[in-house]
Structure formats: structure tokens, C-alpha cells
């Protein structure tokens, strides 16, 4: 690391050339492949799902897994047994509009779509409400993948339908993006405000200020460009983007934070402006590529998982991070060489340049405060300890699931479409569900299965569907009486498998599956909830076995575990109080309150997890260099909490308001994230950080630092702090003193 940091300040401006130049280049390539690519896409290996799935695109009906969407035409005043003017022309027209629509059904008229033509047949009265008043239009795409583009051109298609006597809205996972445009400034700029804000009042000098935020910018700006070069490699997701300028923006400005502070402090005490950049990267910076591994390591932790929508998200993300870190370590010192002295406030500067220096020993309110802890560590680390586990109770009623479209805010086309749907149609109508019969027999175990669905509880039986659609595959579609995020939705499908489906197939030919979008969430959900202990091992054990060795002791690494999963566990509460229970939900423009998206709380973790390292590691690894220097163990946790909380806080301020400024975000998965993290990581720096952690250590003594002969032999030697060197030979830097 100290040749490292050398060589960018010597070749400052080669490197800053390099950085200018690889950020134009990735954006270049991006741009010339016609820009992202982003693509949602859903693999569920050994479920219902995939079996159908798989069972559709070997019988050439592959069409029937595409996205579907609802059109919702509600008449202002009137009925609406015929359809108005230009309706039908518009739905068939979607056909030849090169859209990828395979079909659109109405209560006017069917078409399926062929070579650009529409093979139109008579409409389907069923999706016309009782009133009169509303009906609906299905369209289906041929794509299985969430692309944008391809829904938004059916939207401004028949937008202009809406006319003074005609209400037309969108609705269904195909129109989900509809109306969920940001309004006012975009997250990412909030959160650089406020990360700008909270530097300036922090370092009190505009060059120190702007440091951290070059840095970032860099690395999200050269992050974006590569993953937009990976969208057209292999499949991304298309809420990538979002997360990838949350985390950037949050551990970006955070690592070059805690360099730029070791830099400083440095220099307060003494040391000239090259060798003080170097000592801050020699230290700091190792922290930083410690601490923004283990992010990387929680990401790629994802795909353990084994489902397709991770892959290109979380290695997108971690590529970014993986930017960050390298800015931190190569373009920061650089710029930093420019600044000199500049990079104090006025007094200070006037101070070093009359070498009356900083005194060694930290002093002030975290002084104070760890002293406190020191003395107090039992009521401390009790009171800490209270607080998280009360957090953390709503946590174990957490429900994994899909909210549905009545949680979007109201005035959004996707809420009106689902709330014109409820009103005329029932509120179950809005779910999608379908059984799938495969086999010789296929026709006739349809009308059986759709005779039984009838009479099960929760299903509506005058939308119950029997469809031949090849001589070995018949589709029964059917609606349920609760909504699709309602449990009893949930619950209905697992009926369906386990008690009544089981005895419709027996002694026929056929297979039979329960298909469709609640359906899909349903195993989702049950998937990743499988797979979490799997996930969650990994994650842990990975980062157990990186701090074993950055820090040599057993006890450091399972103390950072068990704090991780106990910040976890809180924060999740939050979230279930919040999105789930419904607490504040409305003010949140989140609907009333339902599921969990069963990916968040993976995804959850694996950034929590991380950035929960970040702080465990720059804490410990200033009391471990206490602790190698003193082998006092009161000592390292006091002087390491000292001189470390000051600067976590302040990071975890940064972080709190870029997440925080998510929630301004149409999407509720982003409210969700960027509410969860912010809560964790106001947690975990305020409760965990500053009063849970140094109790501990205070209590476990000398037993912090334990670790084997044996295991010490062969483990590898790979420290956070630097090792003894002799003194570098002194270069010259030309700078702004």
C-alpha cells in the first residue's frame, strides 16, 4: 500500500489522466451498444414454476410465460357493452406496433397476434364488470423478461384513448414502472447534497470537502459505464441502477472520509504532506479495501442463492464497490497531493506551519464517552443490548411475498387500474393464477380440476376458465376472492398443491401445476427462504475467516458476526413495523401495508452486512494497532473507540441521508431500501458501533485478542495495519500551502 500511494502522488497527474480516461471509455462502449440493457429475469430451479416454465417452451407455447398487463377502460358516464371509438383498432393494432404482444383479449374482441397481424375472434364477456361500467383488456408479451421499453410503447399507444368521457389506466406487473417516475430531485443528488452539507461542516474547508465526492463521483460514474457494458453480457436487473448509486454514493464518500480524516490528523501532528498521505493510505486505506471486500463478498454472496435475478445485480453492484475501493487508494491520494496544507481549515493551517502540533492523545466528547463506557460497560452494553432486541421483535412475524399494485401511491395508473378492477370485478380479481395440465388426458382433467376449483374456498367460481391449448396441455385460469398479496392468496396455492390437486390427478395421465404471477412469488418466496441459511452462512463465514486473518484473534470476528446479525435483526424490524405492519405507511406513499418482497430481505443483508463490516472494521483496526503497540486491552478499546467515533458517526451521517433520500423514490422496494439501511445503519453507528461493541470488548478483557498457536501457523499474514517498515525515502510533492 505505501508504494502504492506513493507512486500516485508522484505520477499524480498520469493517474487522475488515467481515471478521466477510463470513465470516457466505459461510458463510450456503453453508449455505442446502444446504452443499458436492464432486464428483469426470474430462473427458480426444482419448483412449479420452472417445471412449467420448462414444460411451455418444449411444447412451443412459450408465449404463455411472457409478461401480461391489464388495460382498464372505465366509463365516466354511460356503459360500456360496446366499445368506444378507436378502441378496438387501438387493442388489435398492438399486433403490427412491434411491441412483442402475442395477444390482447377483451370483452369486445380477442386478437392473437401473428407475423404483425391480428387474428382477431369474438371478445370474452367475463371481462366486463357487472355495471357495465369497467372492462378490461389483457395484453401478453412474448418476452419473459421485464424490458421496459416494450411496455412503455404499449402505454403511449393507448394513453391517448383517455378522453372526457373515457377513463383509461394501467395496471399489472407489465405497467409496473408506469407513473413511478421520480418527481423533484432524483435521489442520488439528495444524497450528495447532504453528504456535501455534512463534509463541509465536518472538515471546514472546501478542498478536504470536495475530496470524498470526487472520489465517488468517480467511481459510480466508471461503475455505471461497466455495468452498462455488463447489461449487454448477461442479464441485469432493472432496479440495479438505484442500488449501485445508493451503495457508491454511501461507502464511496465514507472511504475516502476516513483516508482524508487520517490524513488530516497526521498532519495536525506533525508529519509532511507526502508522508502523511501515505501513512493515511497505509492505514486507513487498508481499512477501506478490507472493509469494501467484505461488501463485495456479501454481494457475490447472492448467487449462492441460485436465482437468476441476483446474478447480474449483484455482481453490477459489486464491480461498482469494487471501484470504489481503487478510487479510494489510487485517485484520492493523487488529488490529495495537490491540496498540501489546504486540506486544513485556516487555523490548523496556521498552527502546522508554526509547528504547534495536535497533542497524540485524543480529546473531546468521545474521549469522554468512551471513558464512560469503559466505566459503565455493563449498564451501557445492557441498555445497547435492550434497545436492538426490541427493534428486532417485529422481525419474526416477517411475511415474504409480492405487494400488489393497491400499495403503489395513489394517482399512480397502476393504483387507479387496481383500484377500478376491485370496484367493478371484486378486489381477488386482480390476481393472476392459472392451472397447468400436461399430458394424454389433458383436456379432460381440465374440466375435472376446474369442476373442483368451483368449490374451494377463496376461489371465485364464475372466473373459473377450463382452456385447451395443445392436445397434452390445457390451462385452467380462475380468480381467487382475496386480494394477491393476501395471505389467504397465499395459502390457496398451497391448498391447491398439497390437498386438492393431489387428488384430481390420481389415476390419469396427466400432471397438473399451479401457475401464474401469485404463484411465481409464492415460490420465489419459498426459495429464498430455503436458501437464506445457506446464504446467510456463507455471507458470515467469509467474513468471519477475512477479519480471523486481518485481525489474528476468534473472539473479534465472531463478536463482528453476531453484532452484524443483531443489527440485521433489528433493522428488519423496522422494515416489518413500517412496510408490512403498516406503521406510517400511508405518509410514506406506500399503501396500507403488506408483504416483504421476497428478495429484499436477502439483498437487505447482503448490503447490511457489508457496510455493518465497514465500521466493525475501521473500529477494531485501530484498537488491534493499539493493541500490537501496547497489549493494554482496556487501553486499545478505549483509545481505538476515541479516536474512531468522531469519524464513524460522521460517515454514518452521510450514509443515513443518501439512503434516507431513497425513500423519496416512487418504488417501494427503493422506500423500503433505503428506509431499512438507513435505520441500520443509524443502529448500528449510534447503538452497535458506539456502546454494544466496546462494552463487550470491555467485558471479554484480554480474551478479545485470543487466538492459537496452532492456527496462528498457518494462517496467512494479512493485516489491516501496515507493517514495520523502514522510513520511506523522503520525495518532494509541489502543492498549495
Request: proline share 4%; glycine share 8%; charged share 10%.
Amino acid at each position: 500500500m505505501r508504494r502504492l500511494a506513493q507512486l500516485a502522488i508522484r505520477r499524480r497527474w498520469l493517474v487522475i489522466a488515467a481515471w478521466i480516461a477510463f470513465i470516457a471509455l466505459a461510458q463510450v462502449i456503453a453508449a455505442s451498444l446502444g446504452g443499458a440493457s436492464y432486464k428483469d429475469t426470474f430462473s427458480l430451479p426444482h419448483t412449479e414454476t420452472n417445471a412449467v416454465m420448462n414444460l411451455l417452451k418444449a411444447s412451443g407455447q412459450n408465449s404463455q410465460n411472457g409478461i401480461t398487463g391489464q388495460i382498464v377502460f372505465h366509463a365516466k358516464s354511460g356503459a360500456l357493452e360496446q366499445a368506444p371509438a378507436g378502441v378496438t383498432e387501438a387493442l388489435d393494432g398492438l399486433c403490427a406496433a412491434h411491441f412483442d404482444v402475442v395477444g390482447v383479449s377483451s370483452p369486445w374482441t380477442a386478437a392473437a397476434c401473428q407475423n404483425g397481424q391480428a387474428q382477431t375472434a369474438p371478445g370474452l364477456p367475463t371481462l366486463l364488470s357487472g355495471d357495465k361500467a369497467t372492462a378490461i383488456a389483457n395484453v401478453s408479451w412474448y418476452s419473459t423478461k421485464y424490458d421496459q421499453n416494450l411496455f412503455d410503447g404499449v402505454y403511449k399507444a393507448l394513453k391517448p384513448l383517455n378522453s372526457p368521457s373515457l377513463q383509461v389506466e394501467f395496471t399489472g406487473n407489465g405497467f409496473q414502472g408506469e407513473g413511478q417516475q421520480q418527481n423533484g430531485p432524483a435521489p442520488m443528488w439528495i444524497g450528495f447534497i447532504a453528504a456535501l452539507i455534512i463534509l463541509a461542516i465536518v472538515f471546514r474547508t472546501i478542498g478536504a470537502t470536495a475530496m470524498p465526492l470526487a472520489s465517488a463521483v468517480a467511481a459510480l460514474t466508471s461503475g455505471l459505464g461497466l455495468i452498462g457494458i455488463l447489461s449487454h453480457l448477461m442479464d441485469v436487473s432493472n432496479v440495479t441502477t438505484e442500488l449501485t448509486e445508493l451503495m457508491v454514493i454511501g461507502v464511496g464518500v465514507d472511504y475516502a472520509l476516513f483516508i482524508v480524516t487520517r490524513h488530516r490528523r497526521n498532519l495536525h501532528r506533525g508529519m509532511p504532506v507526502a508522508e502523511s498521505i501515505v501513512a493515511a493510505v497505509n492505514t486507513s486505506g487498508r481499512a477501506v479495501l478490507f472493509a469494501g471486500t467484505t461488501v463485495c463478498i456479501a454481494m457475490l454472496g447472492l448467487l449462492a442463492l441460485n436465482v437468476s435475478f441476483f446474478y447480474g445485480l449483484a455482481i453490477g453492484v459489486a464491480i461498482a464497490v469494487a471501484m470504489t475501493m481503487i478510487a479510494s487508494v489510487t485517485l484520492l491520494p493523487a488529488l490529495l497531493s495537490f491540496l498540501g496544507l489546504a486540506v486544513l481549515p485556516r487555523r490548523q493551517r496556521r498552527a502546522v506551519r508554526a509547528e504547534r502540533f495536535a497533542a497524540a492523545q485524543a480529546t473531546g466528547f468521545w474521549a469522554r464517552w468512551a471513558d464512560i463506557v469503559a466505566r459503565r460497560r455493563w449498564m451501557t452494553g445492557t441498555a445497547g443490548l435492550i434497545v436492538i432486541v426490541a427493534l428486532a421483535t417485529p422481525f419474526f412475524s416477517m411475511r415474504l411475498g409480492h405487494a400488489d399494485q393497491g400499495n403503489d401511491r395513489a394517482g399512480t395508473t397502476t393504483r387507479k387500474g387496481y383500484d377500478l378492477i376491485a370496484q367493478g370485478f371484486g378486489v381477488g380479481y386482480n390476481s393472476t393464477l392459472t392451472l397447468v395440465v400436461s399430458g394424454s388426458d389433458a383436456a379432460v382433467v381440465a374440466q375435472r380440476a376446474a369442476a373442483a376449483l368451483a368449490t374451494v374456498a377463496d376461489v371465485n367460481p364464475a372466473s373459473v376458465v377450463p382452456q385447451p391449448l395443445t392436445p397434452s396441455i390445457a390451462l385452467v385460469s380462475f380468480k381467487s376472492t382475496s386480494s394477491p398479496q393476501d395471505a389467504k392468496t397465499t395459502q390457496l396455492v398451497r391448498e391447491l398443491r398439497s390437498n386438492v390437486l393431489p387428488g384430481i390427478r390420481a389415476g390419469t395421465a396427466s400432471s397438473i401445476y399451479v401457475y401464474g404471477a401469485t404463484a411465481i412469488y409464492v415460490d420465489f418466496a419459498g426459495v429464498l427462504a430455503d436458501k437464506m441459511p445457506l446464504f446467510i452462512g456463507a455471507v458470515v463465514g467469509l467474513s468471519f475467516l477475512l477479519l480471523l486473518i486481518a485481525f489474528r484473534s476468534l473472539v473479534v470476528p465472531l463478536t463482528a458476526a453476531v453484532m452484524n446479525l443483531l443489527a440485521a435483526g433489528a433493522s428488519f424490524g423496522v422494515v416489518v413495523a413500517i412496510f408490512e405492519w403498516g406503521w406510517g405507511a400511508e405518509e410514506l406513499g406506500i399503501g396500507k401495508g403488506g408483504p416483504i418482497e421476497a428478495w429484499a430481505p436477502v439483498m437487505f443483508f447482503a448490503i447490511l452486512f457489508g457496510l455493518s463490516m465497514d465500521y466493525q472494521v475501521f473500529l477494531v483496526s485501530r484498537m488491534h494497532e493499539e493493541w500490537v503497540a501496547s497489549h493494554d486491552n482496556e487501553r486499545a478499546i478505549t483509545v481505538g473507540q476515541a479516536e474512531t467515533g468522531g469519524i464513524i458517526t460522521a460517515a454514518a451521517f452521510i450514509m443515513i441521508t443518501v439512503f434516507f433520500g431513497f425513500v423519496l423514490d416512487p418504488n417501494r422496494v427503493i422506500k423500503l431500501m433505503g428506509l431499512g439501511l438507513a435505520s441500520a445503519i443509524f443502529l448500528d453507528a449510534f447503538v452497535l458501533r458506539t456502546v454494544l461493541v466496546p462494552s463487550l470488548m470491555h467485558l471479554l478483557g484480554r480474551a478479545n485478542w485470543y487466538f492459537p498457536k496452532w492456527l496462528a501457523r498457518i494462517t496467512p499474514r494479512l493485516s489491516v495495519e501496515p507493517p514495520a517498515e523502514p522510513p520511506a525515502e523522503p520525495f518532494a510533492v509541489t502543492s498549495n500551502v
